[in-house]
């Protein structure tokens, strides 16, 4: 007999608060199993706290009852037409994501469990979960967009249907008794038209925000792994290049399981330059531009979709191309990533000046600079691996404040500046490469000067002062608004007239 929303699974409550049995957390990410992707996100950014109180029992019991089981199916039915109603159905769909396998957190309960995300040809999507044993049996049949006929799933009813994504109102879970057919097909798949990669081109536009990108690139290179440290501990992360048909090479950094499970896929193809499709990634104003893995990202190495393949026949005629560009270090280079943009993407600085955090991530201005602060340092001692600020004398056996490694602090070049447009004024602060590159001087030769009691001041204003040029703007960390007074930091910088040159 099939599950009637009646009987659904019953409820849990944390805090007084009453929450459906089918919501449960993932230990390693704090983002709880749901409907959809987009429902994982949102949950582990709105519920953070809470997600360890959430119990399994009620949701694991009620699948082991055997009043929960659907008959062998008869008859082909359409995504839309399974509910959890039906007694017979079989249902012909394409696997478009497979997660990580996962742990609950329950302190009565701990299961192992692992979900797929399933499309049929009219990108009606259903989110399907598998539980301990049947982990391996399913995972060992699923590749990522192949398609399948499925039947004798078990189909629960999403108990809020504001929480559901799309039209579909249940998700299913596959048992040891559920059907799995593979349908053979002849060529690759095609992506499926729903699926929407991103450009490259388009991605500063997103930095640094939570709005999450797919994209297709080829991997170029690798370089070695590193162990990264916040406050939660030790991170392991490896940075890979890839590259699309808009040839901006980008870095992409897998991090914890992602690198542990497809970076090692990644590894041990290296020398094939395997195709990624990426879904969720972060991108961030890190080296410029660069792509990142989050909790709910998913990685697919080596595709077998038809993109790929063409992917891989340019990758094959552009090789010697693509590899000199990994050589001039094209994935660090301002004007491949972050290049001038048009008119239209530029903002007046009033907007940028009373955006906060959560308005906006990044913002291009253009305006006309002098030089704020000409009696502070142009120089700051920086945490080699973060490049914060810690003001120590220059030896040996720091820690560093923010990420908490031994450090040797060095200077590092620093400039707070007043941008102005018609509409307002802001203060900026560049910092590093960008900031040898307005100043016109190297950190050591700054650092030098001040100690040989040489101000250099004078002549970095001179040389600033009255310039109109275009900023590709992040928001600055908190230790840089606190020290420096400046809410943003720039990214890159373009003097406008070669600017319009490198748009034109």
């Given at each position: 007999m099939g599950l009637s929303p009646t009987s659904c699974p019953p409820n849990i409550i944390r805090f007084g608060t009453t929450f459906p049995a089918t919501f449960f957390p993932l230990s390693s990410t704090l983002a709880p199993f749901v409907v959809s992707s987009a429902y994982l996100c949102w949950i582990s950014e709105i519920h953070p706290p809470a997600l360890h109180f959430f119990r399994l029992s009620a949701l694991f019991s009620s699948i082991s009852s055997p009043t929960m089981w659907s008959e062998h199916a008869d008859g082909m039915l359409r995504l839309p037409e399974v509910n959890a109603c039906l007694v017979r159905w079989t249902s012909q769909v394409q696997l478009i994501e497979?997660?990580?396998?996962?742990?609950?957190?329950?302190?009565?309960?701990?299961?192992?469990?692992?979900?797929?995300?399933?499309?049929?040809?009219?990108g009606v999507k259903v989110t399907a979960l598998t539980i301990d044993e049947n982990i391996d049996r399913v995972s060992d049949v699923f590749v990522p967009f192949k398609k399948y006929r499925i039947s004798k799933a078990r189909v629960y009813e999403i108990p809020n249907s504001s929480l559901s994504v799309g039209s579909y109102r249940f998700y299913w879970v596959l048992t040891n008794d559920t059907v799995i057919d593979e349908l053979i097909e002849i060529d690759p798949p095609k992506l499926p038209c729903y699926?929407?990669?991103?450009?490259?081109?388009?991605?500063?536009?997103?930095?640094?925000?939570?709005?999450?990108?797919?994209?297709?690139?080829?991997?170029?290179?690798?370089?070695?792994?590193r162990e990264v440290y916040f406050e939660g501990g030790p991170s392991v992360a490896r940075d890979y290049v890839i590259v699309n048909y808009e040839l901006r090479p980008v870095i992409l950094t897998l991090w914890n399981e992602f690198e542990a499970i497809e970076?090692?896929?990644?590894?041990?193809?290296?020398?094939?330059?395997?195709?990624?499709?990426?879904?969720?990634?972060?991108?961030?104003?890190?080296?410029?531009?660069?792509?990142?893995?989050?909790?709910?990202?998913?990685?697919?190495?080596?595709p077998i979709v038809q993109?790929?393949?063409?992917?891989?026949?340019?990758?094959?005629?552009?090789?010697s191309d693509l590899t000199q560009m990994v050589h001039e270090r094209s994935y660090a280079n301002p004007c491949v990533l972050v290049p001038p943009v048009a008119s239209s993407r530029i903002s007046q600085i009033s907007f940028i000046a009373q955006a906060t955090k959560f308005d906006i991530g990044t913002a291009w201005i253009r305006g006309t600079v002098s030089l704020e602060y000409r009696k502070g340092r142009l120089w700051y001692l920086a945490c080699p691996h973060c490049y914060l600020p810690n003001d120590f004398s220059l030896n040996w056996g720091i820690m560093c404040r923010y990420c908490s490694r031994d450090i040797y602090t060095f200077p590092r070049a620093c400039v707070t500046l007043a941008i102005k447009d018609g509409t307002g004024s802001l203060n900026v602060i560049a910092m590093g490469d960008e900031a040898e590159k307005l100043i016109g001087i190297n950190s050591h030769r700054l650092y030098q000067a001040d100690k040989e009691d040489v101000h250099l001041t004078d002549r970095v204003a001179s040389a600033l002062n009255g310039r109109v040029m275009l900023f590709y703007l992040k928001h600055s960390d908190?230790?840089?608004?606190?020290?420096?007074?400046?809410?943003?930091?720039?990214?890159?910088?373009?003097?406008v007239n070669d600017a319009e040159a490198q748009a034109a």
């Open positions: 497979a997660s990580h396998v996962k742990t609950t957190c329950g302190s009565e309960l701990t299961k192992k469990f692992r979900y797929f995300v399933f499309s049929d040809f009219q699926f929407r990669l991103r450009s490259i081109a388009s991605c500063d536009a997103v930095a640094d925000t939570e709005n999450f990108i797919d994209v297709m690139g080829i991997v170029l290179c690798a370089f070695p792994a970076g090692a896929d990644i590894m041990a193809n290296i020398a094939q330059n395997p195709v990624l499709i990426c879904i969720r990634l972060r991108v961030t104003t890190d080296n410029y531009l660069s792509l990142s893995t989050q909790s709910s990202s998913v990685i697919l190495v080596s993109e790929a393949g063409n992917l891989r026949a340019w990758f094959q005629a552009n090789k908190h230790a840089f608004r606190v020290t420096k007074g400046a809410r943003y930091t720039i990214v890159a910088s373009y003097d």
